[in-house]
């Protein structure tokens, strides 16, 4: 089938969880599992390896969200540590949550479009 992923967005299709080549298969067979190919075009899905990077760049939002809103919170209403780990808690939970799979699936959307691939270790590359 032919390539034409020109037109598609990796942001786009990678938010929406769609397959990077044709933008309408479904990237994931549950909430983070990787499919094994694309239902519609067949594009194989054995490529994807979005590693830690989508939890990596969920840390930084989510916890400055949680730190600020804590702070803010703390200097308008003073509220005691624990009532404030009652609310920040399950808010860094619901907020990673959240993102973890919009991001995941950017990130092997753009995967497939850049041809990143994981780097092997010493002595692995040929181009070195
Ligand atoms: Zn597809």
Same mark, same amino acid.
């Given at each position: 089938m032919a390539d034409h992923t020109e037109g598609l967005s990796p942001l786009a299709t990678g938010i929406k969880g769609r397959?990077?080549? #044709? @933008? *309408? @298969?479904? =990237?994931?067979? @549950?909430? =983070?599992t990787v499919a *094994?190919? #694309? *239902?519609? #075009?067949? =594009?194989? /899905?054995? /490529?994807?390896d979005s590693g830690d990077g989508p939890a990596v760049l969920i840390m930084f939002p989510v916890g400055t969200i949680v730190i600020v809103g804590w702070l803010i919170t703390d200097a308008l209403f003073g509220w005691p540590a624990i009532a404030q780990l009652f609310i920040w808690l399950p808010m860094t939970l619901i907020l990673s949550l959240l993102l973890l799979r919009p991001f995941k699936g950017v990130m092997i959307n753009l995967q497939y479009k850049t041809g990143a691939r994981p780097g092997g270790g010493p002595g692995e590359r040929e181009d070195l």
């Open positions: 397959c990077p080549r #044709c @933008g *309408e @298969g479904h =990237l994931f067979k @549950g909430f =983070l *094994e190919g #694309c *239902e519609i #075009c067949g =594009l194989d /899905f054995s /490529f994807a």
